[in-house]
């Protein structure tokens, strides 16, 4: 079923915040555990599911795992996002490294298929997936500025470098769906850097590829302004755009098809993580508002919630969405 099938059969608007992060607090453990051990990290997930009434359920977000899959330095922190510290690709004769390597020879991205697995079997909701996309992994194995600059100075190379990319996603994102994910979100951050010509040339291409092989809806996350790309992205296939708070979603939802789903985009820092519960409430409730007239809408947050995000926030926006979407 595609993904606005799946939000029409609902009945309601759903309800999906990305509370990866946050819930840890619900069992006192940190990031690093969770991101490093699946039984922490499943646990989580169970907690998060007990504590919060929500339509859909997202495992935690880590663009860290394919590159050190691919053996790249990973720090990994127990309050933070585990970061790539090396950026190891300047020539075509450095993706010689990468030869004969696999993503799910890594026992971390297998943890993550695992957890996703045992979260379709348990849950009630949906479950959501996340693998990084081509032009952002491009951008951990060169450097989020040298792949941007490369779009002009070395395009031989960037275009060298997102082939081998998507080829290692590729059976990631398969192993997601076999575990039974029934959506899978390809993180695209970097891609909002990039011109529509570059964007098409060297990230959308890519995503599209990747969209065309799979069988589970897609969902294409992409942060910061990208109004200037909005029909880069329908173009890519994608079933859902997941829209940063920079964006008019109201506007949005005016330019894109009727069948492509929009996802978001409460603010999460200046709206989950600042304001009080009344005012995330009106915030909600101004969204939903907004976007009344269009069927192909999930709320959720901009990104993924910061841990610090107040849960009474968490709560404030849930109830709004139950008390207001229909």
């Given amino acids: 079923m595609r993904l606005n099938g799946m939000v029409k059969d609902l009945g309601h608007v759903p309800v999906m915040p990305l509370l990866g992060y946050p819930g840890l607090r619900l069992n006192n453990t940190t990031v690093r555990d969770n991101v490093q051990q699946p039984a922490t990290h499943l646990a989580t997930a169970r907690a998060i599911h007990e504590r919060f009434a929500v339509d859909g359920q997202f495992c935690i977000m880590d663009l860290s795992v394919e590159a050190g899959a691919l053996g790249l330095e990973v720090r990994f922190s127990d309050s933070d996002s585990p970061t790539v510290v090396e950026h190891p690709v300047h020539s075509l004769a450095d993706l ?7 993503v799910l020879a890594d026992a971390r991205a297998r943890g993550f298929v695992s957890t996703v697995q ?7 909701t949906l479950v959501g997936a996340y693998a990084i996309g081509p032009f952002s992994l491009a951008g951990l194995l060169m450097g989020a500025s040298q792949a941007t600059i490369a779009t002009i100075e070395d395009p031989e190379l960037l275009h060298a470098v997102l082939r081998m990319a998507t080829a290692m996603v590729l059976p990631y994102i398969q192993a997601l769906e076999d575990a039974g994910a029934d959506m899978i979100a390809i993180l695209e951050p970097t891609g909002s850097l990039l011109s529509p010509r570059s964007f098409d040339l060297f990230c959308g291409q890519y995503v599209r590829e990747i969209v065309a092989s799979m069988r589970t809806p897609s969902i294409l996350h992409i942060c910061g302004q990208t109004n200037h790309l909005l029909d880069r992205l329908v173009a890519t296939g994608a079933q859902g755009l997941s829209l940063d708070s ?6 949005a939802a005016r330019r894109v098809p009727k069948d492509v789903v ?24 101004a969204l939903l508002e907004g976007m009344a007239p269009f069927d192909n809408f999930i709320l959720s947050s901009a990104c993924d919630l910061p841990l610090q995000t107040p849960l009474e926030n968490i709560d404030a926006m849930i109830q709004a969405a139950h008390d207001l979407a229909c």
């Fill in 96 to 102: 010689d490294r990468f030869n004969g390597r696999s």
């Fill in 118 to 124: 045992q979260m379709a079997a348990e849950f009630d």
């Fill in 246 to 251: 920079a964006v008019d979603l109201p506007d």
């Fill in 262 to 285: 929009l996802i978001g985009n409460l603010d999460t820092v200046r709206v989950m993580c600042e304001q009080s519960p009344a005012e995330v409430y009106a915030s909600t409730a």
